[in-house]
């Protein structure tokens, strides 16, 4: 049982473009959401995490919107490039439950030129 | 900052044998690592928590006589598959959660591939 639901499971986009991911999750005893991009062949990479107290967090060109009501949260890939193209992986974990991180299925994006 | 390494990046055996698969953590210490396995164009799915000093906790379907887990110091963990079979053929990837400024966070290694003919 999946309990962090991601979509889609693929996007192309042009460069220059945006991508959006969206997870859902039913425990609401997650308070740390992280997302995480994966190249073919090498381990998960942070990207960019997020904490129920805040709506929106930025670092560079990625951007976590989070619906603590609606229990949501987004990856936004602003100016996507062909070097963006990866696996990306939403994860949730809880407070009694540091380090172990539930994942979301998996978006492959593919940048095109 | 924070690395963590895993030894061997690819490991081909025959169905039968044992296979080791460390996790190092450098330049800190790690309380907690942690196992996870993925398929081929699948999701990371958590296979047990490794403790130092004490024994791992399995995830539900996990075989611990299966997957043993040896955490044995703070910057060394060890996986290794049993009489492995090629449902075990698999990418094998280690975390480890630790310190970086003030913030906690968690490190993940570059994985293991698997391969059991």
């Known amino acids: 049982q999946q309990q962090v639901k991601q979509s889609p499971q693929s996007l192309i986009v042009q460069k220059g473009g945006i991508s959006i991911i969206n997870c859902a999750y039913e425990n609401t005893a997650f308070d740390y959401f992280p997302w995480y991009q994966q190249f073919p062949g090498k381990g998960p990479a942070l990207l960019i995490a997020i904490r129920p107290d805040v709506s929106e967090k930025k670092e560079g060109r990625f951007t976590i919107s989070f619906n603590k009501s609606a229990k949501q949260f987004s990856l936004h890939i602003m100016d996507s490039q062909p070097g963006d193209s990866a696996t990306y992986f939403c994860?949730?974990?809880?407070?009694?439950?540091?380090?172990?991180?539930?994942f979301g299925a998996g978006t492959q994006v593919v940048v095109t030129p | 900052g924070a690395v963590v390494s895993q030894h061997p990046s690819w490991v081909i055996c025959k169905s039968g044998t044992s296979v080791k698969i460390e996790c190092r953590s450098l330049?800190?210490?790690?309380?907690?690592m942690f196992w996870y396995r993925q398929f081929p164009k699948q999701s990371l799915m958590l296979m047990a928590t490794s403790n130092e000093g004490s024994k791992a906790t399995y995830e539900q379907g996990v075989e611990k006589d299966k997957f043993l887990i040896n955490h044995a110091s703070l910057t060394l963990s060890t996986l290794t598959v049993t009489s492995a079979h090629p449902e075990d053929s698999s990418f094998y990837i280690c975390?480890?959660?630790?310190?970086?400024?003030?913030?906690?966070?968690?490190?993940f290694g570059p994985g293991t591939r698997l391969l059991v003919l």
């Open positions: 330049d800190f210490q790690a309380t907690t």
């Open positions: 994860a949730a974990s809880g407070a009694d439950s540091w380090g172990k991180l539930q």
């Open positions: 975390s480890a959660t630790g310190t970086s400024g003030d913030q906690e966070t968690q490190y």
